[in-house]
Nanobody, 121 residues
Framework: QVQLVESGGGLVQAGGSLRLSCAAS????????MGWYRQAPGKQRDLVAQ???????NYADSVKGRFTISRDNAKNTVYLQMNSLKPEDTAVYYC???????????????WGQGTQVTVSS
């Protein structure tokens, strides 16, 4: 069974930084892409940042210049470095990965359990 385990959320003051990590484990042939989504109370889950296996990245406009996504392919891990945090970044952050378990299986979307990020003003 494939699992995504997140860590690194917490409470931080506005202007501060946090780093989220998400490690995939289990039967994994390939992972593409890996990314982070977030969901604030009463709102839909939105893409924050995404990175392909070759390192191409995509960011939501609201986080460009403040957040940086990276991945360690050898460790099946994706990171989200969040700087200059704002109260509006407060949300539950979810790791997402498209995982192929064998060369013959289709890619399946997997989600982490979510980690709370709270930015106080």
């Amino acid at each position: 069974q494939v699992q995504l385990v997140e860590s690194g959320g917490g409470l931080v003051q506005a202007g501060g930084s946090l780093r989220l990590s998400c490690a995939a484990s289990g039967s994994i042939f390939s992972i593409n892409p890996m990314g982070w989504y977030r969901q604030a109370p009463g709102k839909q889950r939105d893409l924050v940042a995404q990175i392909t296996s070759s390192g191409n990245t995509n960011y939501a406009d609201s986080v460009k210049g403040r957040f940086t996504i990276s991945r360690d392919n050898a460790k099946n891990t994706v990171y989200l470095q969040m700087n200059s945090l704002k109260p509006e970044d407060t949300a539950v952050y979810y790791c997402n990965a498209g995982i192929q378990e064998s060369p013959w299986s289709p890619g399946i979307d997997y989600w982490g359990q979510g980690t709370q990020v709270t930015v106080s003003s």
